[in-house]
T-cell receptor
Framework: DAGVIQSPRHEVTEMGQEVTLRCKPI?????LFWYRQTMMRGLELLIY????????DSGMPEDRFSAKMPNASFSTLKIQPSEPRDSAVYFC??????????????FGPGTRLTVL | AQSVTQLDSQVPVFEEAPVELRCNYS??????LFWYVQYPNQGLQLLLK??????LVKGINGFEAEFNKSQTSFHLRKPSVHISDTAEYFC??????????????FGTGTRLTIIP
């Protein structure tokens, strides 16, 4: 299994530009999570999906952030417009869900976003 | 709701010495507990997890953790560390049932540095 796949691995953009981060979860997993990691705030859960439906988006910082999961094998996190304070490493994770007791989350390698 | 406290932000240890990384949690319900490791420029990887049963849990790379319900702790230990154990370690907790409790709450992390 290839694991959770994220693209791009690195993104450098200028303030005001739109940024789209992509994630392919592990096949068969029905939960998908988006996290943000910074030195100041640590690891924060932004949003998570179950069976492609957003369950909890209370961690999304503001309206500039949006996430979608059009199908079971693809999700996007979009920032529009981007700001320098959005610079962070963004992780996607997936898990096998309710049918597996104590199922763990599997993390992707992350996307390092730098907004100039 | 659950919360996690990792008391030590940084722990330096000499190579081949033992180490303990501390984790305390707070929850009004039964919990599942996890330890994840993050190597530089990588995503998080599961070290071990406690779901139920034996309070001593063994994980990968020679790590183990003990669940102590009375002290609400889940400390991570290794009897002899190696240079390759240099990484950031995260304790995480979630509600101990499989229905509607997929959200993990992470601690702020402990940076383990092995001194040759």
């Amino acid at each position: 299994d290839a694991g959770v796949i994220q693209s791009p691995r690195h993104e450098v953009t200028e303030m005001g530009q739109e940024v789209t981060l992509r994630c392919k979860p592990i096949s068969g997993h029905d939960y998908l999570f988006w996290y943000r990691q910074t030195m100041m705030r640590g690891l924060e859960l932004l949003i998570y999906f179950n069976n492609n439906v957003p369950i909890d988006d209370s961690g999304m910082p503001e309206d500039r952030f949006s996430a979608k999961m059009p199908n079971a094998s693809f999700s996007t996190l979009k920032i529009q417009p981007s700001e320098p304070r959005d610079s962070a490493v963004y992780f996607c994770a997936s898990s096998g869900g309710i049918q597996i007791v104590g199922n763990e989350q599997f993390f992707g390698p992350g996307t390092r976003l730098t907004v100039l | 709701a659950q919360s996690v406290t990792q008391l030590d932000s940084q722990v330096p240890v000499f190579e081949e010495a033992p180490v303990e990384l501390r984790c305390n949690y707070s929850s009004s319900v039964s919990v599942y507990l996890f330890w994840y490791v993050q190597y530089p420029n990588q995503g998080l990887q599961l070290l071990l997890k406690y779901l139920s049963g034996s309070t001593l849990v063994k994980g990968i790379n020679g790590f183990e953790a003990e669940f102590n319900k009375s002290q609400t702790s889940f400390h991570l230990r290794k009897p002899s560390v190696h240079i390759s154990d240099t990484a950031e370690y995260f304790c995480a907790v979630r509600g101990g049932s499989n229905f509607g409790n997929e959200k993990l709450t992470f601690g702020t992390g402990t940076r383990l540095t092995i001194i040759p």
